[in-house]
Every structure is written in structure tokens, then in C-alpha cells.
């Protein structure tokens, strides 16, 4: 699943909103996932932040409003890394918080080689309160 903050309304706090949308997706999502006990479901949780390219893509039969761009790539890779329950954050997401940043349990985390991405990024995981 793919959720924009920021687009199509720009919000200068975004980051903020992210890390606790995030939160809120996590605490939902294991309290769902507990329940089903029978089957397995991993929850892992990507956000990162830069700049997309938004609109309206398809065909007339089939339009989809997506974002396409190197922060969305960042984002569903660092989900893919994520464990089951665990939230990771890029870098610029953490910058971006600024004096934000206080309020949330942050880890830096290992630079991980990710697909896509020449260079090694920075992880973050941001800890349950």
C-alpha cells in the first residue's frame, strides 16, 4: 500500500504527519494481525521522503492517481526490509523533522543495500512508545 502526505495538498509539517500515520498503521495493523492466528502476515512499514512526480496515469478505462519517483522506490524498498511490527525511516525524513524529531523514538539503524540504489542508505527504526 502506498500513502502519500503531502500530495495533492502540500503540508510543511509532512514528515511528522508520516512518522505518525506510520505509528497508527503499526498499532492497527498488529492488533489485526494478532487476531488471525491461523495465517501468516507480515507487517513492515517504509516512509521516506523527497520528491515525487503525482498524477493521473492509465488508460479510460482504468486511471489510477499514483506517485512515481526515487523516495517512492526508497519507501517500498525500506517496507520490504522491515521486519513484521518494525517501522523504518530514511534519512531525509529524519532531517526533515527537524526539532520534531524529539518526539519520536528513533534508532539509527544499519546503511542497507537496497535494489535500486547505488550507495548504501541509512535506516532509521522508529521504536514503539
Known amino acids: 500500500m502506498l500513502i ?19 505509528q497508527r498503521i503499526r498499532e492497527k495493523g498488529m492488533e ?11 507487517l513492515g512499514v517504509g516512509v521516506a521522503s523527497g520528491f515525487v512526480t503525482v498524477g493521473v496515469i492509465g488508460a479510460a478505462s482504468r ?25 523504518l525511516v530514511d534519512a531525509r525524513s529524519i532531517e526533515l523533522l527537524g526539532e520534531g524529531s524529539k518526539g519520536h523514538r528513533l534508532m539509527a539503524g544499519e546503511a542497507l543495500q537496497l535494489k535500486g540504489f547505488q550507495h548504501p542508505v541509512q535506516s532509521y527504526t522508529l521504536s514503539a512508545a
Open 4 to 22: 502519500l502526505v503531502g500530495a495533492p495538498i502540500q503540508y510543511p509539517d509532512h514528515a511528522q504527519r508520516a512518522l505518525l500515520l506510520a
Open 63 to 87: 486511471l489510477e492517481y499514483t506517485a512515481v519517483g526515487p523516495a517512492v522506490n526508497l519507501a517500498s524498498r525500506l517496507c520490504s526490509e522491515a521486519a513484521h511490527g518494525e517501522i
Open 32 to 42: 489485526i494481525t494478532a487476531s488471525w492466528s491461523d495465517r501468516e502476515l507480515d
